[in-house]
């Protein structure tokens, strides 16, 4: 917890967050929390990525400036793709099966 030592002599401290001076203790145990706000604020980066992820046009946390609808693009590219080689099976099939009716 970071205070300000306002008198030593007195042992006054001020926390800066409350505005509150008090009296320092011996028989209070203060914990230093800026180590768990740094990794608190990483792991809300990381939150932040994964919700990212559900969005193909949102950038994520790991990829250069610009890729934000690499996914979006892709995507459309590859079911282009499957539609064209399904379509072809499917025409192909018909193309026998008339060949084979005799029609």
């Known amino acids: 917890m970071s205070h300000i030592r306002v008198a030593p002599?007195?042992?006054?401290?001020?926390?800066?967050?409350?505005?509150?001076?008090?009296?320092?203790?011996?028989?209070v145990v203060e914990y230093a929390l800026d180590d768990v706000n740094t990794h608190l604020d990483e792991l809300d980066k990381i939150v932040t990525d994964m919700m990212n992820q559900l969005s193909p046009t949102s950038p994520l946390l790991s990829t250069f400036p610009g890729r934000e609808r690499a996914a979006y693009n892709a995507g459309i590219v590859t079911n282009a793709f499957y539609g064209i080689v399904i379509g072809f099976i499917v025409s192909?099939?018909?193309?026998?099966l008339l060949k084979i009716g005799g029609i």
């Open 92 to 96: 192909f099939l018909l193309l026998v």
């Open 9 to 27: 002599e007195l042992h006054l401290i001020l926390n800066p967050t409350t505005g509150v001076i008090a009296e320092e203790r011996e028989d």
